[in-house]
Nanobody, 117 residues
Framework: QVQLVESGGGLVQSGGSLRLSCAASGSIFSSDRMAWYRQAPGKQRELVAAISSGGSTNYKDSVKGRFTISRDNAKNTAALQMNSLKPEDTAVYYC???????????WGQGTQVTVSS
């Protein structure tokens, strides 16, 4: 099993920045993919950014150039630096870990990000 704990959400004005952090513990493999998803009220959960163990990244189009995902494999942590935040970024953000070995997926409890206009 894997446990994920997020931190760093909050309320910020449009144009501001926030940094989300995710700490993973448990049975973690070096090949695991880490990602951030978000879910706004009344909408489906969507992928925001993902990063492989080797550092390859991919982003949702609307956050490219504003958000940066990173990870520290030695500490089993991931982060999402969010700059130039917009009201449409308001959502609950979830840390996600996918294990290619076994195909299991794990989620954090979520952290609220609210961007005021």
């Amino acid at each position: 099993q894997v446990q994920l704990v997020e931190s760093g959400g909050g309320l910020v004005q449009s144009g501001g920045s926030l940094r989300l952090s995710c700490a993973a513990s448990g049975s973690i493999f070096s090949s695991d993919r880490m990602a951030w998803y978000r879910q706004a009220p009344g909408k489906q959960r969507e992928l925001v950014a993902a990063i492989s163990s080797g550092g390859s990244t991919n982003y949702k189009d609307s956050v490219k150039g504003r958000f940066t995902i990173s990870r520290d494999n030695a500490k089993n942590t991931a982060a999402l630096q969010m700059n130039s935040l917009k009201p449409e970024d308001t959502a609950v953000y979830y840390c996600n870990l996918f294990q290619f070995l076994g195909g299991q997926e794990f989620w954090g409890q979520g952290t609220q990000v609210t961007v005021s206009s």
